[in-house]
């Protein structure tokens, strides 16, 4: 998938992409259709290893992609639109897992029953299902950034200007999302035990 | 055990396990189906209007207002912290009153449910953000760092006093038609395209957005929201017979109930709306004096309209126009404040009996054209006065018994107050050359070059200077 949207947007020269992003952000549909057809498969990418699934994902998906759409005109350097772009499918990952949260804790029982027996926690670390679900414990923010460090393998200053913090706050909570990450593993074996 | 989960959750453990989630491609009906959406959303413009008729419209209001500073200042009847309640020379006996609901027919009850929430798009996280040349309808200061500032394109929302903002991007149908903030998370946002309207609520500050259609087309492009409370409020629209069609919400806008028409007492004009009222113009709009006339006020959107009896002045004849400026304010106790003018002075009116009665608080002499725009202000108990005269701020803090005035300088603008002493408005800079007889230039506009500038007051209006200096 990566290497077929990394194709796809090879074949878009940079000034011609440039000049696509002009002509959507004056209302052409073709062009945007264009654009869209570059970055949706990094986009829904992102969304879904940020949300985990697809029908999130692809909700996400389609809403950013429609808000670009309404505010492109509002984007000056067409240089900037990836960024831009990214940040609106993280915005949007955030609402859905906002709502989904407003969910859950509607839908959990108190009796809840945690009482499965846990594999050892060496193990799980190589688990990656259980690393999953250890992610699904943290906020939006810190998937965002783990996702945009580890599977995008963005530099520090892209993904500082995609979430619109300084690179020496994102470093930090670069860490500090590792380290929410590595305290969800933890609590994800306990949790089974 | 942390230490070893540490040791172990390697970079390539993370990155395998975000491709295992990331693994597999977009659904073949996603593209067609955003190319299908966009052709139905409409685009933002991407440029906003830097002289806009609103400001041009209260530019000249404050010209007028600016070269009358001296002869209002003048003719202020009040002075220091004295008690400014006056018995009114003819109080409306409680028996005058008439307080009947207006006919309303309700139509089948449609509970129409909120869409998915759409996506938050924060265009500008924390950043500054420069007001002068946008054109905007109101601040909002809700705490001393919580503020809103409503532009026609946009909500803007600080969380710092106003040193960086945020564009909380309401998701919109078509143009925006009005918006409503109610506290420091919630506000509402009406749109309309075609024969539907969007009203779009947020409760956690514009973080996130959730959109209810309604099958109503906005007429004359006019949305009527009005809030009570983060929960309860409507939304109203014109019908083609004139009346309003009402629709309520006890949840916030998530789902809105029973549309109800509701009829227009005397199928009088709409004079205006806000803090929760609406309120029927008999007054300057039809050439008529009001004072045989019920004071008609709404407080649920319009289908139903109570009746009271409008304040009478010593300082105007029985029989002469006159009509209700700024907001009336209504507390759940049954005291009303409002002002009326009959273009020369503005009066301010206070009843505790839910507008049987009435006593007049002071008289402020107004500029030539009459005094416009009153506003008000209330934090539970304290409540503030003040209008585009350039008088002195008057300010309450026992639920408009008492009243003060504040000498210092005088703004014109409609203020929004977080507490007695820390506020904010929009002060107009004027393009033309300065009137003779000015008594003093204007101190924030850079030689008439800005088309507003937002301003802040922390102490009580005495001092204003530039929000952020």
Do not use: E, G, L, S
């Given at each position: 998938m990566i290497e077929r949207a990394s194709a796809l947007a090879a074949r878009v020269p940079a000034e011609s992409r440039s000049d696509l992003i002009r002509a959507a952000s004056r209302g052409d549909g073709d062009a945007f259709q264009q654009v869209v057809a570059t970055q949706l498969d990094r986009s829904y990418r992102t969304a879904k290893a940020i949300l985990g699934n697809e029908e999130d994902a692809r909700d996400a998906t389609q809403d950013a992609f429609v808000s670009a759409w309404r505010d492109l005109a509002a984007l000056r350097d067409p240089a900037q639109f990836d960024a831009w772009l990214q940040r609106i499918v993280v915005n949007a990952c955030r609402t859905i897992l906002r709502r989904r949260a407003r969910v859950r804790e509607i839908r959990l029982e108190p009796s809840f029953d945690r009482g499965d027996a846990a594999p050892a926690l060496q193990d799980q670390v190589g688990d990656t299902d259980v690393l999953s679900r250890a992610f699904d414990r943290l906020d939006a923010d810190k998937r965002s950034i783990l996702v945009l460090h580890h599977l995008e393998h963005q530099p520090l200053a892209s993904i500082a200007a995609t979430l619109g913090i300084p690179v020496g706050t994102l470093k930090w909570r670069l860490a500090d999302a590792r380290g929410a990450l590595a305290r969800a593993l933890v609590a994800e074996g306990g949790a089974r035990r | 055990m942390t230490s070893n989960v540490d040791r172990q959750l390697s970079d390539a453990a993370i990155e395998r396990m975000l491709r295992a989630r990331a693994a597999g491609a977009p659904p073949v009906e996603l593209a067609p189906t955003i190319a299908a959406l966009a052709r139905e959303v409409v685009q933002r413009p991407a440029a906003r209007s830097t002289i806009p008729g609103l400001r041009r419209g209260r530019g000249a209001l404050l010209l007028v207002a600016a070269t009358l500073v001296t002869g209002t200042i003048v003719g202020v009847t009040i002075v220091g912290n004295r008690d400014l309640s006056v018995p009114s020379e003819r109080p409306v006996a409680p028996a005058e009153l008439s307080a009947s609901p207006a006919s309303s027919v309700a139509v089948p009850s449609v509970v129409v449910p909120a869409a998915v929430p759409s996506p938050s798009v924060v265009q500008s996280v924390g950043a500054p953000h420069d007001f002068s040349a946008e054109a905007w309808s109101g601040p909002h200061l809700i705490t001393d760092e919580i503020g809103w500032v409503v532009t026609v394109a946009s909500l803007y929302r600080t969380t710092d006093g106003g040193r960086t903002w945020t564009d909380t991007a309401p998701p919109h149908d078509g143009p925006i038609t009005e918006q409503a903030v109610v506290d420091a998370d919630t506000a509402f946002v009406a749109s309309s395209q075609g024969s539907s309207s969007a009203i779009a609520a947020t409760h956690d500050g514009g973080a996130s957005w959730s959109v209810a259609s309604l099958p109503v087309e906005a007429r004359f492009g006019l949305t009527l929201l009005l809030f009570h409370s983060p929960l309860v409020g409507s939304v109203s629209f014109y019908r083609q017979d004139d009346r309003l069609q009402v629709y309520r919400t006890t949840d916030g806008g998530a789902t809105f109930e029973s549309p109800t028409i509701g009829s227009i007492p005397g199928r009088e004009k709409l004079a205006g709306r806000g803090n929760g009222v609406m309120w029927l113009n008999l007054g300057k709009a039809d050439n008529?004096?009001?004072?045989?006339?019920h004071l008609w006020m709404s407080s649920d959107g319009g289908a139903t309209w109570q009746a009271r009896r409008f304040p009478v002045a010593r300082w105007v004849r029985a029989d002469e126009l006159k009509w209700i400026v700024g907001t009336p304010l209504i507390s759940g106790d049954g005291r009303i404040v409002l002002a009326i003018s009959n273009g020369d002075r503005t009066g301010l009116f206070r009843s505790d009996d839910d507008g049987r009665t009435w006593q007049e608080l002071t008289a402020v002499p107004a500029p030539p054209g009459g005094s416009r725009n009153a506003t008000y202000r209330v934090t539970d108990t304290d409540w503030v006065y003040t209008d585009e005269s350039g008088a002195p701020l008057l300010t309450s803090d026992d639920a408009g018994h008492h009243w003060r005035a504040l000498m210092g300088d005088q703004i014109n603008g409609s203020d929004s107050y977080a507490s007695p002493t820390h506020a904010w408005t929009f002060h107009g800079c004027s393009r033309k050359p300065r009137p003779f007889g000015t008594r003093r230039p204007d101190p924030w506009c850079d030689g008439n070059t800005l088309a507003s500038l937002l301003l802040e007051t922390t102490d009580g209006g005495r001092s204003w200077h530039p929000l952020g200096q």
């Open positions: - | 008529r004096p009001f004072d045989n006339d």
